[in-house]
């Protein structure tokens, strides 16, 4: 059974900072992952997809990477910004669905 | 191009009553999710369709839950009775076909529930 770890569960940083965000999963037999936003009280708004054959993808500002070999991806933010404040959730899936893991909160300050 | 359309948005019930949740994805996914999340989680898929077939409803409370894809387009979710416990934000979410779905998701606004 696929399992999918966020870490950490919360993060507060001042505006500018560049910052990592870690995904991890239990079963590397992927298809693709996929990084989503989540603003309080919204749904969810896809960021970047890597599929299993690809290592990295890049929009904008946000880079992801992926290593199925050890099961980790993360996802890193350049000069961020307070509008970057919200919850991040990374979604593994696998042969039978899709796995998401719990999300980092971040909150961005001025 | 117009994204997954979600109605309504919020709907509060008391325990035992019955509601439904109405979901528009985006022109020509095949594929059609709906999740559950509640507070604090990550969602957790209830069903998913391949056109109007099911593909996946492990998770489904069937004695209360139900879902149908009209036509291969739009789909209800409904719950019937409802418990205090179903108070959650229901997600839709479409892909376009590739094999198993494997596309891309994207995912409407959500409808919360709250039951009182």
């Known amino acids: 059974k696929q399992e999918v770890t966020q870490i950490p569960a919360a993060l507060s940083v001042p505006e500018g900072e560049n910052l990592v965000l870690n995904c991890s999963f239990t079963d590397s037999a992927i298809y693709n992952l996929q990084w989503f936003r989540q603003d309080p009280g919204k749904g969810l708004t896809s960021l970047l997809l890597?599929?299993?054959?690809?290592r990295e993808q890049t929009s904008g500002r946000l880079n992801a990477s992926l290593d199925k070999s050890s099961g980790r991806s993360t996802l890193y933010i350049a000069a961020s910004q307070p509008g970057d404040s919200a919850t991040y959730l990374c979604?593994?899936?696998?042969?039978?669905?899709?796995?998401f893991g719990t999300g980092t909160r971040l909150l961005v300050s001025p | 191009e117009a994204g997954v359309a979600q109605s309504p948005r919020y709907k509060i019930i008391e325990k035992r009553q019955s509601v439904a949740f109405w979901c528009n994805p985006i022109?020509?996914?095949?594929?059609l999710y709906w999740y559950q999340q509640i507070l604090g989680q990550g969602p957790k898929l209830l069903i998913q369709f391949q056109n109007n077939g099911v593909v996946d409803d492990s998770q489904l409370p069937k004695d209360r839950f139900s879902a149908e894809r009209l036509k291969g387009v739009d789909s209800t979710l409904k719950i019937q009775p409802a418990k205090l416990e179903d108070s959650a934000v229901y997600l839709c979410?479409?892909?376009?076909?590739?094999?198993?779905?494997?596309?891309?998701?994207?995912f409407g606004e959500g409808s919360r529930l709250t039951v009182l």
């Open positions: 890597i599929q299993s054959s690809q």
């Open positions: 979604a593994v899936r696998g042969f039978q669905k899709l796995v």
């Open positions: 022109s020509g996914h095949a594929t």
């Open positions: 979410a479409s892909s376009s076909s590739g094999g198993r779905g494997t596309g891309e998701l994207f």
